[in-house]
């Protein structure tokens, strides 16, 4: 698999609101957003929902604010090799850091595939799912961490995140709802993370083997890409795939 350049195009019809092509769901293409304001990219419905969510939230009394929305390919593919070749840290779930080296190879895998997205498989390629956080919430200049302790009970962003569970429970969150909300031995649970169910329901089925070869094939292909290739429909099934009753729609 030999590595390519990243190739845009004009916004055609994904770009006005269609669904995202295939190059555009393994996060190759960006020509289907438009920039959020704080920063980032959405597609054009997600964005339009997520403005909407915001002013209800600054009602009351929160600033909903974007840690990160699309991701590209590129920035994926350079988490995942980072953290197989011991540039970047892991750790457990109780934040304890793990040592790479010392975990069989398959120990590794499931060690990133915890808290990071294999390359093109990510939600945040397709313009549906973004991390956010109350910026009211932090002295001036503070970044999130986007810790499971800042969105616990009594932490900082549960008052945002527990208005944001009884929105979602009324059915009134304009479409965002978390799909790993909670823990099913797969992706560690991220309540920051919301995604645009009326959109991303309809691309997650499309996430299949082939598809994600041909990204691996255009984009570069991601470390122990053998043992992947060897288990990756077993790995799609626990990290990728969500169950559809994710979302109450």
Known sequence: MAPATHRSRPAGPTGAGGLPDDRQLAGLDDSHLVPVAGGGALHPAAAAAFAALCVEARAAGFDLAVASAWRGYARQLAIWNGKLAGERSLHDDRGRPLALRELAPREQLAAVLRFSALPGTSRHHWGTDLDIYDASALPAGQKPALTPAEVAPGGVFDPLHSWLDERMA???????????????GGVAPERWHLSYAPLARHLAPRLTVSLLVRAWDEGGEPAGLPLLLNDL????????????DWAPL
């Open 233 to 244: 429909p077993a790995l799609l099934a626990r990290y990728v795939a969500v169950p559809g």
């Open 170 to 184: 009324a059915g009134g969150s304009h479409g965002f709802y978390r799909p790993y909300a909670v823990d099913r």
